[in-house]
Structures are given as C-alpha cells and as structure tokens.
Nanobody, 124 residues
Framework: QVHLVESGGGLVQAGDSLRLSCAASGRTFSSTAMGWFRQAPGKEREFVASISRSGSTTGYADSVKGRFTISRDNAKNTVYLQMNSLKPEDTAVYYC?????????????????WGQGTQVTVSS
C-alpha cells in the first residue's frame, strides 16, 4: 500500500517556475516507478512524466519535454516535478501516481495508487 500527497501547486505567471512534490508513505516506495499526470477542466487526464524505481530512467510527454524534470529521493520517499517556462496550457490539476513495477510507463491503467492532486494555474 502506498499513500501519496502532492504539494507545491499555485498560481503563477507564464514563464515562471514551480516545483511539485509528492510525499509517499509505505515501505514499497523505493521499489516502484512513479509518474505525474494532469487533468485540465473538460479534458481527460494525461501523462506528464515518469521515473523508474532507481531514477535512472525517465520519460516525458512531448508537450513538456525540455521544460519539466521529474526526479526522486528514495531516502525521503518523495518524487518531484520541476516545471520551468510554464505556459497557460499547463494549467491543470497535477496528480502523482505509483506503479507496482519498477519500470516507467505512460498509461493511466499502469498506475495503482494516486494522490488527491494539486492545482497549478498559469496566467498569461
């Protein structure tokens, strides 16, 4: 069992940066791959980034590649999403999610545990 709590969202202007954090409880955190997803109003939840158990492998959606960076600190049971050069189209609720496997994945159905989400709003 993994319990996830996101933090770090807020209201920023276009071009600003934010760092989201996801604190995990449960002894299995270091053995699971993690992901970030987002859902904008009226849209389906979409993949943003993922990171393997060790942190050696990452993956990104094309829309955020080069601007967002996912990382993790297994000693702190925390995964991060550094978001730079934010755009209004990045506005969404951002969710942290955990798999049962060690490798990265982009599909929602590959993730078992989900946080409650944190709102990110980017004004133009």
């Amino acid at each position: 069992q993994v319990h996830l709590v996101e933090s770090g969202g807020g209201l920023v202007q276009a071009g600003d940066s934010l760092r989201l954090s996801c604190a995990a409880s449960g002894r299995t955190f270091s053995s699971t791959a993690m992901g970030w997803f987002r859902q904008a109003p009226g849209k389906e939840r979409e993949f943003v980034a993922s990171i393997s158990r060790s942190g050696s492998t990452t993956g990104y959606a094309d829309s955020v590649k080069g601007r967002f960076t996912i990382s993790r600190d297994n000693a702190k049971n925390t995964v991060y999403l550094q978001m730079n050069s934010l755009k209004p189209e990045d506005t969404a609720v951002y969710y942290c999610a955990a798999r049962l496997l060690a490798t990265t994945a982009r599909e929602i159905y590959n993730y078992v545990y989900w946080g409650q989400g944190t709102q990110v709003t980017v004004s133009s």
